[in-house]
């Protein structure tokens, strides 16, 4: 899951690595010198040469903003199974996406990248977390929201898996009316009834109209 970042963080030492060996990567020396001098202070922290960055557990790459040389980057660290957190200067909602895109699973404001912070940060990801700050997080919840949206909304589905004629052929049939009766009660032909029903069983990969309702029940679609 992923958490809005903070200002302090306690880490668990019975859930966490006890010391993370960390690869820091800046195309500016000014902002790396900046990120490994607050971490070469904290003994949770092995900060890592150039010659020996393939033996990390953690990666941090830190930027003024998102370019195609850095997601080209954040793409290979990536491909080598690094988790990879991105501390970056600015960062709008499109950056966002394509850093997640590029396996990034934490993200810190440079602004807001104090000591405490950046730690929280390194030791989240070495434990596969997340690390957003809130309006980050928001942002990224309403591009998923609208993405499902465009995806499902043209073909009058809803996350539920059901359109809404077929969640209400599935209540009739769960109040034990049969193919005609459900026919008159929605204005549909009994061949359009039957048709709905087995897509529902079909898409859905159950046995019958019985299961199809157990299902439904189960899940909350009805």
């Not at 996350?159 to 209540?171: G, I, N, Q, V, Y």
Request: hydrophobic content about 45%; overall charge neutral.
């Amino acid at each position: 899951m992923v958490a809005p970042a903070r200002a302090t963080h306690q880490p668990s030492h019975s859930d966490r690595p006890i010391r993370v060996t960390l690869a820091v990567y800046a195309a500016d020396p000014v902002l790396r010198v900046g990120v490994v001098q607050q971490l070469r202070q904290r003994p949770e922290i092995d900060l890592l040469d150039d010659a020996d960055v393939e033996q990390a557990q953690a990666s941090l790459v830190v930027v003024d903003h998102v370019d195609d040389d850095v997601a080209a980057l954040l793409q290979r660290l990536r491909h080598t199974g690094s988790p990879t957190g991105l501390v970056v200067g600015t960062l709008g909602s499109g950056a966002l996406q394509r850093v997640i895109e590029c396996g990034v699973s934490a993200v810190l404001r440079r602004v807001e990248a104090d000591q405490e912070r950046l730690l929280h940060l390194v030791l989240a990801i070495a434990n596969g977390e997340g690390v957003l700050p809130g309006d980050l997080l928001g942002k990224l919840l309403s591009h998923v929201g609208s993405l499902q949206r465009s995806a499902l909304d043209p073909r009058g589905l809803s996350l539920s898996t059901l359109t809404t004629r077929e969640a209400d052929m599935l209540r009739l049939v769960s109040e034990g009316l049969d193919t005609a009766e459900i026919a008159r009660k929605t204005a549909y032909s009994e061949r359009t009834v039957k048709n709905v029903l087995h897509e529902i069983i079909t898409r859905l990969q159950l046995r019958n109209r019985a299961h199809a309702v157990g299902y439904a029940l189960r899940n909350g679609l009805i």
